[in-house]
């Protein structure tokens, strides 16, 4: 899983890194840091908990593998009747 960080709408509320301090890093004044969070397995629901408690909607939760299917890759088939 992955959170993807819009530093722009932070408005250092903090409430992330309430729910989960040791994913949500933030800088001296308490706006998030750049760059978007790969979330360790295991901690799925902490990190789940401080994206949902953001009011200005600064994280998005990105629950999609890592490995992604790449779609060239597959042949395409003829299915004859």
């Known amino acids: 899983m992955r959170i993807i960080v819009q530093n722009s709408k932070c408005q250092g509320h903090a409430r992330c ?3 989960a301090p040791d994913i949500f890093k933030l800088d001296d004044e ?3 840091l750049p760059g ?5 397995e295991g901690e799925e629901l ?3 908990r401080g994206a949902r408690s953001c009011p200005e909607r600064a994280l ?3 629950r999609t593998p890592a490995a992604r299917l ?3 890759s597959f042949k395409s ?3 004859l009747a």
Do not use: M
């Open 60 to 62: 998005e939760l990105d």
């Open 30 to 32: 308490g706006y998030i």
């Open 46 to 48: 902490p990190a789940s």
């Open 36 to 40: 978007d969070i790969e979330v360790a």
């Open 77 to 79: 088939r003829v299915w």
């Open 17 to 19: 890194a309430a729910q």
């Open 70 to 72: 790449n779609r060239t």
